[in-house]
């Protein structure tokens, strides 16, 4: 999981100005030095790119987690804006060693404040409250997916991936600590395909080689907001992305055979019944002989499957899902699953059979 630890100190002013952390409100008698108000931002990544690049681990990649943009919003018990800080390239980079200082006005002890923080995304100005910005959908799935090759080494949407957190704080007396934890918008599946050996029984010589892997039935759109707790975006379910399969031959032998590799990035979708979950298809050919420079043996060949996600069809924000396709025979059927959530959350890995 990506995290980001904001540390906001907000100095409150006199006891007697309790009140509710409204727009308007102003402290004309400062009385802690000047600093009523002040806010001491901290963006700190825990998670490190190790360097590892184990297809199927879980890896968060340095493209995965860059920042180029970030605002931090902060609106009233009444949902109205009060402050927007657009944080620059430099201050986002140096904050870890160099806190980030600005005053959030009208600030009151007792008051309570909701924080959001958005990175890699722009807020329209004309989004003034937290009611519109609650309604803000993410509606460019598309733009994060591409070949193999381009996904495994940059990001492929401009400006990175979409981060959104929020948390709601207490203003205290003094200092107020606030602490966000920032997730990526989008979902993550890698797949990864390879013959049984119930497969090299029954064909001997006979192999398959994938050519291409798609996902249908994504949900378009998803909130930039989570709001899973409570819904997901009423949207259709039409996305679709397919991506030719990359040819892993790390250790192949005539024992072990090719591993075909895919990775997409999907919008989080709710729980759905068998038939509306989303759908892998792989398209495939069969060469008798094994040997795929000859093409007369050839045979095509078309494996589906559903994604189970976390539980029942479920594909949370932030999740990190890996799809095992074991190969056992021709036919396209007898599939076996086994999901896991990988390290952007946890690991979910889902082991598929198919064939007899």
Do not use: H
């Amino acid at each position: 999981m990506k995290k980001f630890f904001m540390k906001l100190t907000a100095i409150a002013v006199m006891p007697m100005l309790l009140a509710a952390c409204t727009k308007d409100e102003v402290n004309p008698t400062p009385t802690n030095g000047g600093k009523e108000g002040e806010i001491e931002l901290i963006l700190k990544n825990e998670s490190v790119a190790d360097g590892t690049r184990a297809f199927g681990s879980g890896t968060t990649e340095s493209w995965e987690k860059s920042i180029s943009s970030a605002v931090l919003i902060v609106y009233n018990t009444s949902g109205t804006q009060i402050l927007r800080r657009v944080l620059t390239a430099a201050e986002v980079n140096g904050s870890t060693t160099t806190p980030i200082k600005f005053v959030l006005p009208g600030v009151s002890a007792d008051a309570s404040c909701d924080f959001y923080v958005v990175i890699n995304r722009n807020i329209a100005d004309n989004i003034t409250t937290k009611a519109k910005l609650l309604e803000e959908l993410e509606s460019d799935i598309a733009s994060y997916n591409g070949t193999y090759a381009n996904v495994t080494t940059k990001a492929m949407r401009s400006g990175g991936f979409a981060m959104t957190g929020t948390v709601t704080a207490k203003i205290v007396s003094g200092t107020t600590a606030v602490t966000v934890t920032v997730k990526r918008v989008v979902a993550k599946v890698e797949i990864q395909t390879s013959m049984t050996d119930s497969f090299r029984t029954k064909y001997g010589n006979g192999c398959v080689e994938v050519k291409k892997i798609t996902l249908s039935r994504g949900a378009e759109k998803s909130y930039l907001i989570d709001q899973t707790a409570s819904k997901y975006a009423t949207v259709s379910s039409s996305f679709t992305s397919a991506q030719d399969a990359y040819c892993d031959k790390t250790g192949a032998s005539k024992t072990n055979a090719y591993k075909y590799n895919n990775l997409f990035y999907i919008n989080e979708k709710a729980a759905a019944a068998t038939g509306s979950r989303i759908k892998v298809v792989l398209d495939a050919i069969y060469d008798a002989d094994g040997n795929l420079s000859t093409t007369a043996d050839q045979v095509p060949l078309s494996y589906e499957t559903e994604l189970t996600g976390t539980t029942d069809g479920k594909m949370l924000r932030n999740g990190s899902y890996k799809l095992n396709v074991n190969l056992d025979g021709l036919t396209g059927k007898d599939m076996t699953l086994s999901i896991a959530i990988a390290n952007w959350e946890a690991l979910s890995t889902q082991n598929v059979n198919v064939g007899k």
